[in-house]
């Protein structure tokens, strides 16, 4: 578990704030990251979602 300065807080997002980006719910989202689909980080304050694996997502669901 990563503490939350070494996270950088503004390169990250919040499990809600990709779940909206994806227009998925927060409980799916959990499921793609279970599955190595999202890159996510556990900080003490809970999951951050990398940015980068949530555009790569979104970008091969709009090549669908």
Not at 12 to 32: H, N, Y
């Amino acid at each position: 578990m990563k503490p939350i300065e070494q996270a950088a807080k503004d390169q990250w997002m919040t499990p809600g704030a990709a779940a909206r980006e994806l227009g998925i719910s927060v409980r799916w989202l959990g499921r793609l990251i279970e599955q190595g689909k999202i890159e996510a980080e556990k900080t003490v304050l809970g999951r951050l979602i990398d940015p980068k694996s949530v555009a790569k997502l979104k970008e091969e669901r709009a090549a669908q």
